[in-house]
């Protein structure tokens, strides 16, 4: 972390609605037409009466005290109107005028220069943002490296706003930050790194090579990456892992999401969860970031060993040799390029990849389970 006494751009707290979005009544209900993407999305009562007043030029003032004299308490009112436009800013239904720019009025903004699969980020920070968020970062920061991008956290009365060198992104609040920012860095790392596929896969290194763990939603990969990180593997990634032209891969070490139901579990090899802050998702759903032990250096390794999670209550440990083209579709389900389609080059490199490694399907209930076999498996 350091200090940078130069002024940031910041937004007002006033929005304009996004030109793509329209409201209508449907069979008495409200809905919000996103032209952009072609969803509807379904708002109640409340919601719809703020939207239809902004839309006919009114002030939050006005909008509170009409609310208040329709007998809503006005605390009760604020929280609504202030609620509705986090989550209107963070999914792009309303945004600030681009005109809008002020400076925060810290005297110093703090800095946070991180490093991630080769991407240099420079993250500044309202004074009042930086001891919660910073440290779930803190394992990324890198010294000397002119930043690619330059993002800000800047508080605005307990609506956060985003900015990408100088620009409105999105808004969320302050419990979501930490969420929101790991999503922005890894949209820039995707944007601007280096790589043919991006593999939705946790990353762990063994003796040189790179273990590679895939699975759908839920199956598991956070959980078993610690588990296996206690068990003497190095970190590199639980979510996300990077193919180069080479067929080596790289991981994307941000610090894991452990949800509530996985706290209890996890605390039995890292009791440090137990103090690590909370934070929400999008969704609501609770998250923690206990910070990567046993991270390995940055660099390409081979492929040693591609394993299929299959989770399933009550099954018999077994990890099941699969062959190539099995393995090959399964890392490709949700794999990600910058052309948006799969490339003769990124094909090659997989190709490459796969021809190098041992492949398994890994079926268990009990971690610890899972975690003896691929000890055994990857020597």
């Known amino acids: 972390m350091s200090l940078d006494g130069r002024p940031t751009p910041n937004v007002q707290p006033q929005f304009v609605l996004a030109d793509e979005i329209s409201f209508a009544i449907i069979d008495g209900r409200n809905v919000l037409f996103n032209a952009a993407n072609q969803t509807l999305v379904e708002v109640n009562g409340t919601a719809a009466y703020i939207w239809r007043s902004i839309e006919v030029g009114l002030g939050k003032e006005n909008i509170l005290s009409e609310m208040a ?68 970062f803190e394992h990324l920061e890198f010294k000397g490296t002119v930043p690619d991008v330059t993002i800000d956290a800047v508080d605005q009365n307990g609506r956060i706003d985003l900015l990408g060198d100088g620009q409105w992104q999105l808004s969320c609040s302050r419990e979501e930050l930490a969420t929101i920012l790991k999503g922005r860095l890894l949209d820039e790392v995707l944007e601007r790194g280096t790589y043919e596929l991006a593999l939705h896969a946790a990353a762990l290194v063994r003796n ?45 070490p941000f610090a894991p999401a452990i949800k509530a139901g996985a706290w209890k579990l996890v605390a039995t090899y890292r009791p440090d969860i137990r103090e690590a802050r909370v934070f929400r998702r999008p969704d609501r759903k609770r998250v923690r970031y206990p910070i990567p032990r046993g991270l390995v250096p940055a660099v390409p390794y081979p492929v040693g060993w591609l394993v299929l ?3 399933r209550s009550g099954a018999t440990a077994a990890l099941t040799p699969v062959d190539s083209l099995s393995a090959l579709r399964g890392m490709l389900q949700e794999a990600y390029t910058q052309e948006r389609q799969l490339t003769t080059a990124g094909f090659k490199a997989m190709a490459h990849a796969i021809n190098s490694a041992e492949y398994y399907r890994l079926t268990y209930s009990r971690l ?12």
């Not at 610890?368 to 020597?379: I, M, R, S």
Request: charged share 20%; glycine share 10%.
């Open 309 to 311: 999670l299959d989770r």
């Open 368 to 379: 610890e389970d899972a975690v003896e076999l691929l000890h055994q498996a990857c020597g």
């Open 208 to 252: 040189g090579r790179m273990l590679l763990v895939s699975g759908r939603p839920g199956a598991g990969k956070t959980t078993l990456t610690l588990a296996l990180v206690d068990a003497g593997f190095g970190f590199a990634g639980d979510d996300l892992a990077l193919l180069n032209s080479e067929g080596r891969v790289t991981g994307v």
């Open 69 to 136: 004299g329709q007998g809503l308490a006005r605390e009760i009112a604020e929280s609504y109107f202030d609620a509705a436009l986090v989550e209107w800013a963070r999914v792009g239904f309303i945004k600030p005028p681009q005109s809008a720019s002020c400076i925060i009025p810290d005297k110093a903004l703090l800095c946070q220069d991180i490093c991630v699969a080769g991407v240099a980020m420079r993250i500044r920070y309202a004074s009042s943002l930086a001891p919660e968020i910073a440290p779930v």
